[in-house]
């Protein structure tokens, strides 16, 4: 197996979830019952064509997917599209597919740009707390991501609301939209504190100290400081609806650079990833 396979059945994924987009769209914007069977099963194809480009990768770099920013991107866009098949089994809705899928398929597709190269593994990065360090970043990203498009849909919807329009009729409604970003944030929180413990421990033993302020460090802690105002605020002060989407927004474009600007403008003892 190669780098140059793993890398090509990460770019049929793509094309796969293009297809799958267009159906949900579809779907969208016509509640067509084989349209929206025919968007899960499409994208459940590109999954497993993802899945295949990560165990090709796995095996080619003899080590876990979890190195560089491609690979970084790679595993997170894969967990994004299983926490949103995931989310559709449990709600057995399809109106949230129209939002979602699109986006994780832009983040697939600037996925597909970065280098692909295998890097020699930093003696820093040889820990076993790598592992559930890079995994429960994998969650968070992706339930702040689908987090993201349900507030999205809550924004539209909200303008909608005492109108008969058409997004009244195809997005859910906004009880349901408060509800699922909700338990996506909570499941999100729950894995960024996961990360940010684990990397503090995984620190510790690579560079001698918990906390160094390094510029991923700080945005991670961010992210985390952001969406825990977000559970703050709805449990203790009440918050629902516009400001809590408001924040949802605000978390994920922390999110982003975290996940993205710090490498590219900030570089630190995390810029390998």
């Given at each position: 197996?190669?780098?140059?396979?793993?890398?090509?059945?990460?770019?049929?994924?793509?094309?796969?979830?293009?297809?799958?987009?267009?159906?949900?769209?579809?779907?969208?914007?016509?509640?067509?019952?084989?349209?929206?069977?025919?968007?899960?099963?499409?994208?459940?194809?590109?999954?497993?064509?993802?899945?295949?480009?990560?165990?090709?990768?796995?095996?080619?770099?003899?080590?876990?997917?979890?190195?560089?920013?491609?690979?970084?991107?790679?595993?997170?866009?894969?967990?994004?599209?299983?926490?949103?098949?995931?989310?559709?089994r449990i709600t057995?809705?399809?109106?949230?597919?129209?939002?979602?899928?699109?986006?994780?398929?832009?983040?697939?597709?600037?996925?597909?740009?970065?280098?692909?190269?295998?890097?020699?593994?930093?003696?820093?990065?040889?820990?076993?707390?790598?592992?559930?360090?890079?995994?429960?970043?994998?969650?968070?990203?992706?339930?702040?991501?689908?987090?993201?498009?349900?507030?999205?849909?809550?924004?539209?919807?909200?303008?909608?609301?005492?109108?008969?329009?058409?997004?009244?009729?195809?997005?859910?409604?906004?009880?349901?939209?408060?509800?699922?970003?909700?338990?996506?944030?909570?499941?999100?929180?729950?894995?960024?504190?996961a990360l940010v413990?684990?990397?503090?421990?995984?620190?510790?033993?690579?560079?001698?100290?918990?906390?160094?302020?390094?510029?991923?460090?700080?945005?991670?802690?961010?992210?985390?400081?952001?969406?825990?105002?977000?559970?703050?605020?709805?449990?203790?002060?009440?918050?629902?609806?516009?400001k809590s989407a408001?924040?949802?927004?605000?978390?994920?474009?922390?999110?982003?650079?975290?996940?993205?600007?710090?490498?590219?403008?900030?570089?630190?003892?995390?810029?390998?990833?």
């Amino acid at each position: 197996m190669t780098v140059e396979l793993g890398a090509t059945l990460f770019k049929a994924a793509f094309i796969v979830y293009l297809g799958a987009t267009a159906c949900y769209v579809a779907y969208l914007v016509k509640e067509n019952k084989a349209v929206g069977q025919a968007a899960t099963y499409i994208l459940l194809a590109g999954w497993l064509l993802h899945t295949g480009s990560l165990v090709v990768r796995t095996v080619a770099a003899q080590r876990p997917p979890f190195l560089n920013l491609y690979e970084y991107a790679l595993s997170v866009t894969w967990g994004a599209v299983l926490v949103y098949m995931v989310l559709e089994r449990i709600t057995k809705s399809k109106g949230f597919g129209a939002f979602s899928v699109p986006l994780i398929t832009l983040f697939t597709f600037l996925a597909t740009l970065l280098p692909t190269e295998v890097n020699p593994t930093m003696p820093a990065l040889m820990s076993a707390w790598r592992v559930p360090h890079v995994a429960t970043a994998i969650l968070a990203y992706s339930a702040f991501a689908i987090a993201f498009g349900m507030a999205i849909m809550y924004l539209i919807q909200e303008r909608s609301e005492g109108k008969q329009t058409f997004w009244t009729t195809r997005i859910p409604p906004l009880k349901t939209l408060d509800q699922v970003i909700y338990r996506m944030i909570a499941l999100g929180f729950l894995m960024q504190t996961a990360l940010v413990i684990t990397g503090a421990i995984w620190a510790q033993f690579a560079w001698g100290s918990y906390w160094s302020w390094d510029p991923k460090e700080t945005w991670s802690l961010i992210t985390w400081l952001i969406y825990a105002a977000y559970l703050h605020t709805r449990v203790t002060m009440g918050w629902r609806g516009h400001k809590s989407a408001i924040m949802v927004a605000i978390g994920f474009i922390a999110m982003l650079f975290t996940l993205l600007g710090v490498n590219l403008l900030h570089p630190g003892l995390h810029s390998y990833a």
